[in-house]
Nanobody
Framework: QVQLVESGGGLVQAGDSLTLSCVAS????????MAWFRQAAGKEREFVAA????????NYVDFVKGRFTISRDNAKDTVYLRMKNLKPEDTAVYYC??????????????????????WGQGTQVTVSS
């Protein structure tokens, strides 16, 4: 079992920055690819960003490229999501997730929520206009 606890959400204004953190416990953190998903009210959960075990590969959904940065610190068992130039449409509950799967070199991370094995409880991000 891996326990994931997110933090760092809050209420911000459009154009502001925010950094989310997700601390893992229970198993060896570096054995997992990590990702951030988000779910807005009334919508399905969607992929935001993922990072491989050694941070050698990062993947982003198009609408956050250039604004969001995923990173991890394996010594601290923590994955981060740095968000800048936030927009009202970024308002959602943000979840971190851990994936023990092994993928091809062409696509080292999964963007599908169904492949992730462990999830945090989520942290709310609200962006006002």
């Amino acid at each position: 079992q891996v326990q994931l606890v997110e933090s760092g959400g809050g209420l911000v204004q459009a154009g502001d920055s925010l950094t989310l953190s997700c601390v893992a416990s229970g198993r060896t953190f570096s054995n997992y690819n990590m990702a951030w998903f988000r779910q807005a009210a009334g919508k399905e959960r969607e992929f935001v960003a993922a990072i491989t075990r050694s941070s050698g590969y990062r993947n982003y959904v198009d609408f956050v490229k250039g604004r969001f940065t995923i990173s991890r610190d394996n010594a601290k068992d923590t994955v981060y999501l740095r968000m800048k130039n936030l927009k009202p449409e970024d308002t959602a509950v943000y979840y971190c997730a851990a994936d023990r799967g092994i993928y091809s070199a062409a696509a080292p991370t999964s963007t599908s929520a169904t492949t992730y094995d462990y999830w945090g409880q989520g942290t709310q991000v609200t962006v006002s206009s």
